[in-house]
T-cell receptor, first 117, second 113 residues
Framework: AQSVTQLGSHVSVSEGALVLLRCNYSSSVPPYLFWYVQYPNQGLQLLLKYTTGATLVKGINGFEAEFKKSETSFHLTKPSAHMSDAAEYFCAVSDPGGETSYDKVIFGPGTSLSVIP | NAGVTQTPKFQVLKTGQSMTLQCAQDMNHEYMSWYRQDPGMGLRLIHYSVGAGITDQGEAPNGYNVSRSTTEDFPLRLLSAAPSQTSVYFC????????????FGNGTRLTVT
């Protein structure tokens, strides 16, 4: 079964600084990968996804992520943090079904991003 | 568009009580799922469904029951509530199973005393 790790349960950056949120997955085959964002008291929203093709994926709000198969990583970056980026960020991976189960999505534990003015 | 609608938003139960969390989507998605969110643990998959009449267990199914009689609705039943089920519950749907982006509801915050 797939698993996802996110290094750092809490990350603080200054406004205007680079944002880097780390995600690693366990898989022997290229998976489908996602980043979701959760603002306080809301559900999750899709930031970006990787399926196949270009390994650098651009998402909403200036975020992007790079799929690195050799490192089994899918780190999320943004060149310049804004106060409105403060939220919880979740990396997720599709877990393909087998003979007795179906595709499902497995989430990492999340990283809380704080932006310091 | 309503998207994914969850009711109720908040619920307090006593240990041993049962209840049903409702989830409905109006996007004609075949795939629907229930997650619980606990601090430091991210989202854990409880149950999911790939279409009417087809359900399967996720990582944390114990104490929960589901059925899927229509494409639109996917209720989650707590059979006998326990304090360990205090959590925030999210319903999500997608058009293509685990390979497609999930659309989330706004969650149900459940407290079991």
């Amino acid at each position: 079964a797939q698993s996802v790790t996110q290094l750092g349960s809490h990350v603080s950056v200054s406004e205007g600084a680079l944002v880097l949120l780390r995600c690693n997955y366990s898989s022997s085959v290229p998976p489908y990968l996602f980043w979701y964002v959760q603002y306080p008291n809301q559900g999750l929203q899709l930031l970006l996804k990787y399926t196949t093709g270009a390994t650098l994926v651009k998402g909403i709000n200036g975020f992007e992520a790079e799929f690195k198969k050799s490192e089994t990583s899918f780190h999320l970056t943004k060149p310049s943090a804004h106060m409105s980026d403060a939220a919880e960020y979740f990396c997720a991976v599709s877990d393909p079904g087998g003979e007795t189960s179906y595709d499902k999505v497995i989430f990492g534990p999340g990283t809380s991003l704080s932006v310091i003015p | 568009n309503a998207g994914v609608t969850q009711t109720p938003k908040f619920q307090v139960l006593k240990t041993g009580q049962s209840m049903t969390l409702q989830c409905a989507q109006d996007m004609n998605h075949e795939y629907m799922s229930w997650y619980r969110q606990d601090p430091g643990m991210g989202l854990r998959l409880i149950h999911y469904s790939v279409g009417a009449g087809i359900t399967d267990q996720g990582e944390a199914p114990n104490g929960y029951n589901v059925s899927r009689s229509t494409t639109e609705d996917f209720p989650l039943r707590l059979l006998s509530a326990a304090p360990s089920q205090t959590s925030v519950y999210f319903c999500a749907s997608s058009y293509g199973g685990g390979i497609s982006p999930l659309h989330f509801g706004n969650g149900t915050r459940l407290t079991v005393t």
